[in-house]
């Protein structure tokens, strides 16, 4: 996939959005889990909506940004609306299908899972019955 809304759409399907990065480690954290597998990597910040006006795929507010020098570029000849990790940890703004890969996240489980407990044991051997032996001594 290199276009954003098949990326986008996989990342939806189960049950995530395109990459929010809100620290520097974060960002690490994101470049070290996506440098084997591409060089150009799309994560969830864009400006399509509004030009400038930098949004991030999950709606939440953008509080951190590692944008290359001169970045984010002016959009000529087309429109650099989405953001990657490009050759690195910095951001650049590109069109709609230029990646090679892409970074997805997932919110955080609100509460833990129910877990239903075992019945205690209180002596284990160290065999298991499996049927009937019979004694080959003679």
């Excluded at 954290?29 to 006006?53: F, H, K, M």
């Excluded at 970045?71 to 490009?86: A, C, L, N």
């Excluded at 205690?120 to 499996?130: A, I, K, L």
């Amino acid at each position: 996939l290199t276009d954003v809304p098949s990326a986008e759409a996989v990342c939806n399907n189960a049950g995530g959005h395109l990459a929010t990065i809100s620290s520097a480690v974060q960002n690490a954290g994101a470049y070290a889990l996506t440098a084997g597998a591409g060089s150009i990597t799309l994560i969830g910040l864009s400006d399509v909506v509004t030009e400038n006006s930098w949004i991030w795929a999950d709606g939440s507010a953008v509080t951190y940004t590692n944008w290359a020098s001169g970045e984010p570029g002016i959009d000529v000849p087309s429109d650099e609306d989405y953001v990657y990790m490009y050759y690195g940890e910095e951001w650049h703004d590109f069109g709609i299908d230029h990646g090679s890969g892409f970074l997805c996240s997932f919110s955080a489980p609100t509460s833990m899972p129910t877990v239903t407990p075992v019945p205690s044991v209180t002596h284990v051997s160290p065999w298991v019955s499996c049927g009937r032996l019979r004694n080959s001594f003679k």
